[in-house]
């Protein structure tokens, strides 16, 4: 079983705590009583979402011996004005840069992350559309 444990702080500011021992910061907008200290939560759930199918892409990628130098993940969420807000739509962008890099590989890599191995997607798909997509940058 995966743990945390988040704290109040003070404000609208909370530090939540894994377990396995690192922590993050949280805060709300000051519009909403918060100091920008930190991270929304919202926002968590897409740099988790970004993370979670970025190691899986490295990792297949690796496998499949590619020259990799740097990979970049945008991750976009949409949300109604309505309460509770919930993301309804997610647009995630793999921008994988390396050198002669297989579109093959890489078209493979992402599908199996967002098919198979990526937890996190596979946890918010039930409540938000997600879409994927991914572009190859050359490098030297």
């Keep these: 079983m995966i743990k945390a444990k988040v704290k109040w702080t003070g404000g609208m500011q909370f530090i939540g705590q ?3 021992g690192h922590a993050i ?3 709300a907008h000051p519009d909403f009583g918060g ?3 930190g991270m929304r939560p919202m926002e968590l759930l897409l740099v988790g979402l970004g993370g979670c ?3 899986d892409i ?3 990628l690796n496998k499949k011996k590619q020259d990799v130098r740097g990979i970049e993940i945008t991750v976009q969420g949409k949300q ?3 309460y509770p807000k919930r993301f309804t739509e997610i647009e995630i962008e793999f921008v ?4 002669n890099i297989s579109e093959q590989a890489v078209k493979r890599a992402v599908q199996l992350s967002m098919e198979k191995y990526c937890s996190v997607k596979a946890t918010l798909e039930h409540s938000a ?5 991914y572009k190859i940058v050359e490098v030297d």
């Design 96 to 99: 994988i840069k390396g050198k």
């Design 80 to 82: 109604p004005e309505d």
């Design 53 to 55: 199918s970025g190691m």
């Design 129 to 133: 559309k997600i879409i994927h997509s």
């Design 18 to 20: 894994s377990g396995t």
């Design 35 to 37: 100091e920008n200290t």
């Design 58 to 60: 490295v990792s297949i």
């Design 25 to 27: 910061v949280m805060d």
